[in-house]
């Protein structure tokens, strides 16, 4: 008995989803970075998440909840391995410095189309890598990039994160 429910999860389920079985790419802009990055040295992500606001009626006394927009706050975050000569994290910074740049003074974006980009995040089939999920965020730009931390005892490659803002995802 307890045997069919077993075999009915593994029905349902099937191999599962894995955390680790994802692909990132950031499709490239004008002057930002130089085409699209190298997705395979994306160390980790997550999904955002997503919620819906509240919009309160009064009617006739009564309080009434009913759903408002849909709501997409946070941001994407992606920790990035680096390549050797930093090259990885320079399309970053470059990108950041075309929006506003601190050499120069000035903002090379003319309007926001020219420095917001696409982002997509593709969960990956267990069994032979192929694309079972697709996340495309809209509108992407980097707020931020991490510190990279450096050790005499550490042997490990250098990583660091990308904090992106973007207006929205939408699963396909």
């Not at 004008?30 to 309160?56: F, Q, W, Y």
Request: negative net charge; glycine residues 8%; aromatic residues 10%.
């Amino acid at each position: 008995m307890g045997n069919s429910k077993i075999s009915e999860l593994k029905r349902t389920l099937g191999m599962g989803a894995r955390a680790n079985k994802y692909r990132v790419t950031i499709v490239g802009v004008g002057g930002g970075p130089n085409g699209p990055m190298v997705d395979t040295l994306a160390k980790a992500t997550a999904i955002p998440s997503r919620s819906t606001h509240e919009v309160e009626i009064w009617n006739q006394g009564k309080l009434t909840v009913i759903a408002g927009d849909a709501d997409f706050s946070g941001t994407w975050n992606v920790t990035f391995m680096d390549t050797e000569d930093h090259s990885l994290r320079g399309q970053f910074i470059d990108w950041m410095e075309f929006i506003d740049s601190v050499a120069a003074n000035s903002r090379g974006a003319s309007d926001h189309s020219s420095y917001m980009s696409v982002g997509i995040l593709q969960q990956l089939s267990t069994i032979d890598n192929s694309v079972t999920a697709t996340y495309t965020f809209s509108d992407i730009w980097p707020k931020s990039i991490s510190d990279s931390a450096l050790s005499d005892d550490s042997s490990d490659m250098i990583e660091f994160s990308v904090e992106f803002n973007f207006t929205s995802w939408a699963k396909s």
